[in-house]
Antibody, heavy 120, light 108 residues
Framework: QVQLQESGPGLVKPSETLSLTCTVS????????WNWIRQPPGKGLEWIGY???????NYNPSLKSRVTISVDTSKNQFSLKLTSLTAADTAVYYC??????????????WGQGTLVTVSS | EIVLTQSPGTLSLSPGERATLSCRAS???????LAWYQQKPGQAPRLLIY???SRATVIPDRFSGSGSGTDFTLTISRLEPEDFAVYYC?????????FGPGTKVDIK
């Protein structure tokens, strides 16, 4: 079955850029939508945005000015960049798949998540 | 943006009891595009229900979802020890997709 794995630095300085990659194994990245979701410690979930394997994107307006999601189909990976970081961006970042239909945006499966701490 | 409210915040029950969790939306969720997730400490959320009432693969039938419009319910018919966790609802009827704040089901 499809598995997702996040990778990237666990500590980033304020004002810098966060870069994370999600590697998809056990299936192709084609024909699905791929998402980033985050969860501050002890808090709820926030959808960041998605990318279709063709490269089209949809971002949460609350983060849109700072977010870029990209896809590399040759590596079966997609990536997140988040700029101008502050302590409020400290969170566990998850990647997750939604379905092939553009309106079927429930999330399954999820990666295990990676904690990113913004601190000097 | 659709805001989701979940109640109660915490539900204290014993194994074998029935759990009823509520999710209310600030506006109607189109086509009942609502999902439920279970999250245990240190783990990623796990999909339980999509389309308000369709169980995800390998989810036991003690979990059921219902509702439409602005009011949705997740019911766990008989709590098993592994069901004590935090439960989130999520709407995907309109972007941005949003989650509720969660209901914690803990052992009484």
């Amino acid at each position: 079955q499809v598995q997702l794995q996040e990778s990237g630095p666990g500590l980033v300085k304020p004002s810098e850029t966060l870069s994370l990659t999600c590697t998809v194994s056990g299936g192709s990245i084609s024909s699905y939508y791929w998402n980033w979701i985050r969860q501050p410690p002890g808090k709820g979930l926030e959808w960041i945005g998605y990318i279709y394997y063709t490269g089209s994107t949809n971002y949460n307006p609350s983060l849109k000015s700072r977010v870029t999601i990209s896809v590399d189909t040759s590596k079966n990976q997609f990536s997140l960049k988040l700029t101008s970081l502050t302590a409020a961006d400290t969170a566990v970042y998850y990647c997750a798949r939604s379905q092939w239909e553009p309106s079927w945006n429930w999330f399954d499966p999820w990666g295990q998540g990676t904690l990113v701490t913004v601190s000097s | 943006e659709i805001v989701l409210t979940q109640s109660p915040g915490t539900l204290s029950l014993s194994p074998g009891e029935r759990a009823t969790l509520s999710c209310r939306a600030s506006q109607s969720v189109s086509s009942s595009y609502l999902a439920w997730y279970q999250q245990k400490p240190g783990q990623a959320p796990r999909l339980l229900i999509y389309g308000a009432s369709s169980r995800a693969t390998v989810i036991p039938d003690r979990f059921s979802g219902s509702g439409s419009g602005t009011d949705f319910t997740l019911t766990i018919s008989r709590l098993e020890p592994e069901d004590f966790a935090v439960y989130y609802c999520q709407q995907y009827g309109s972007s941005p997709f949003t989650f509720g704040p969660g209901t914690k089901v803990d052992i009484k």
